[in-house]
């Protein structure tokens, strides 16, 4: 059975940084398209930053350049870090992870970004 677990959340001031981490267990992550989403209070879930199984990477305008989405297989971990951080990064992140035509999800990582 798949199981992602979201960790790193946290309160954080405007400019600060924070490192999410999702372990996985029940399959290996290697090879697999991976993901990280957030959903705002009030809003839909969006999609924050992809990892393909070739580990190219794609991120949403909005966390261009102050986000970067890595994982490390041997330790069945994708990672999230966040730097430059906004009041409008303030989300619960989720990450995700397609294997075999199936997606998982955690249970999320709330992230207040506020001073």
């Known amino acids: 059975q798949v199981r992602l677990v979201e960790s790193g959340g946290g309160l954080v001031q405007p400019g600060g940084s924070l490192r999410l981490s999702c372990a996985a267990s029940?399959?290996?992550?290697?090879?697999?398209?991976m993901g990280w989403y957030r959903q705002a209070p009030g809003k839909q879930r969006e999609l924050v930053a992809t990892?393909?199984?070739?580990?190219?990477?794609y991120y949403t305008i909005s966390v261009k350049g102050r986000f970067t989405i890595s994982r490390d297989s041997a330790k069945s971990t994708l990672y999230l870090q966040m730097n430059s951080l906004k009041p409008e990064d303030t989300a619960v992140y989720y990450c995700s992870l397609n294997s075999a035509g199936m997606d998982y999800w955690g249970n999320g990582t709330l992230v207040t970004v506020s001073s």
């Open positions: 029940g399959t290996s992550i290697s090879f697999k398209n």
């Open positions: 990892l393909t199984r070739g580990n190219i990477s």
